[in-house]
């Protein structure tokens, strides 16, 4: 005669380990008591070693991803000249990126992210390598490597949030998602001082590439999960939650901005010097590279500032508004585009002041990267969070970054085309194109504001999936297991 927990019987049996099945997140709604023992968590030092781990590839990461923009801007010439080159660039990485990632989603929901993630890491670093030896003649083989480096990029980003997440409890959660995300902005910014240190000290911005790929061996790979088994309802769960929904929308408003912002600030501050007589005109093919080195200063520092602010300002809130993650978001959007607004309109006549809202804009940017993705880890289930990660990455990156600097570069170029050829309308058209930026703060601040309506009612739901599929697989009576 079958048991009443028979069919759970044989699933528990075919399952890891308990102390391997639960984890993080779920490990926090497994019942104790007469029933099947929850999760075991690693020892403290273990955990803060393996988020130390994806935290220095984190920045290894995105110093690689910024490279390329720094190198084109020693380059200050033309919109057209720039775009044919950062177009290819974006076209080819940013595609192979947001394609890769759904795969390794899927991937790191089902099967051992140990080795999905090394071999990422490893993949990217040894093309990295390759690419810094691929000389001018043979540009389109330079940008085939970097849609490659992409692909290998996609394994890390999709898969080493989930892993903080599932070694931390809710309140160390979030604060370790701000120290990984932290180096988002450090390693954007010394991608860009990478980039004009070496061309500077070597003459050749390939050195950049190399000394990249050297510090990628430094670090460790990180270890992780176990498999997961599907279940219908945490598809479902993922897909019709508006929380997720509307606050994937407002991260890809954060990188349209972002992607615009890092491509061509340092032209447009250069641009607004020459018109105020602070430099003079450079006709040259190589550049002073100073404001790329400046705004990647500004871009590390506000980096840092801004996502510990934002983690420290979601732990006080949440305790007294169940809504203030989105929140957070929301101000912090509306905020950023009145400084970047500000920023354009004081750039003709003084550059200190622009230097500053600038700076502001970014710090309130970067106030976003922790919280939003700690928004996505309550309103997911566990095992789903790889390929909601997955898809936030495509949607934000083809809506977002992939075509905003292209967008800018090809509104001003258009504007500067209708006009009479000079210094000072090559000033104003970026500045006009540079008001799109603005534009999509507000629309991302409004994304936010949309969450907010409804992140109580997913966390809820979240959370009730999450019981329920533990009282499945979990809350079989041991007496009854071995009967």
């Not at 102390?19 to 690693?42: D, I, L, M």
């Not at 071999?119 to 691929?134: K, Q």
């Not at 330079?142 to 931390?168: E, H, K, N, Q, Y």
């Amino acid at each position: 005669m079958q048991t009443p927990c028979a069919h759970e019987s044989t699933g528990l049996q075919s399952q890891p380990p308990p102390e391997e099945q639960n984890y993080g997140a779920t490990a926090a709604h497994v019942r104790q008591g007469p029933f099947v023992s929850a999760s075991r968590n690693p020892p403290a030092k273990r955990q803060y070693l393996i988020a130390a781990v994806l935290c220095y590839a984190n920045l290894i990461n995105f110093m690689d991803w910024f490279i390329v923009p720094g190198e084109s801007l020693f380059s200050l010439s033309k919109e057209k000249e720039i775009l044919s080159s950062h177009q290819l660039y974006l076209l080819l990485f940013i595609l192979c990126y947001m394609l890769a990632a759904p795969i390794f989603g899927y991937l790191g929901d089902r099967y051992n992210r140990k080795i999905i993630l090394g071999a990422g890491i490893f993949f990217w670093s040894g093309v990295t390598l390759g690419s810094s030896f691929i000389n001018e003649l043979y540009y389109w083989i330079f940008f085939l490597s970097r849609g490659l480096v992409g692909i290998g990029t996609a394994s890390f980003s999709t898969i080493a949030p989930t892993i903080i997440a599932d070694l931390f409890e809710e309140g160390k959660r979030t604060t370790m998602l701000s120290v990984f995300y932290i180096f988002i902005p450090v390693g954007s910014g010394l991608g860009y001082v990478l980039a004009a240190s070496m061309a500077h000290v070597t003459g050749d911005w390939h050195w950049a590439f190399r000394v990249s790929y050297l510090l990628s061996l430094t670090g460790l790979f990180p270890f992780s999960s176990p498999p997961h088994s599907s279940n219908i309802s945490h598809f479902f769960l993922l897909t019709f939650s508006w929380s997720f929904v509307w606050s994937s929308l407002g991260l890809t408003a954060m990188a349209f901005v972002t992607g615009a912002l890092g491509m061509w600030v340092p032209v447009f501050l250069y641009r607004a010097q020459v018109v105020q007589g602070l430099v003079p005109p450079c006709l040259q093919e190589s550049c002073d590279s100073s404001n790329s080195l400046i705004f990647g200063g500004i871009t590390i520092g506000t980096g840092i500032l801004g996502v510990i602010a934002g983690a420290e300002a979601a732990r006080r809130l949440r305790k007294i508004n169940n809504k203030a993650d989105p929140l957070i978001c929301a101000t912090s959007m509306f905020v950023s585009a009145v400084c970047l607004y500000i920023a354009l309109m004081v750039a003709q006549t003084n550059i200190l002041s622009t230097f500053i809202f600038i700076a502001l804009g970014e710090l309130f940017l970067s106030v976003n990267w922790a919280v939003v993705t700690d928004i996505l880890l309550y309103v997911v289930t566990p095992r789903r969070q790889s390929t909601a990660i997955a898809l936030q990455i495509l949607v934000s990156h083809l809506l977002g970054d992939a075509g905003s600097p292209y967008l800018i570069g090809a509104i001003s170029h258009a504007i500067q085309h209708k006009n009479a050829h000079s210094f000072q309308w090559s000033f104003w058209s970026m500045q006009y194109s540079f008001i799109l930026c603005s534009f999509v703060g507000v629309c991302g601040g409004a994304f936010f504001l949309l969450t907010s309506f409804y992140i109580e009612e997913d966390r809820k739901e979240a959370q009730r999936v999450i019981r329920s599929s533990d009282d499945l697989t979990v809350e079989c009576p041991a007496s009854l297991l071995s009967s």
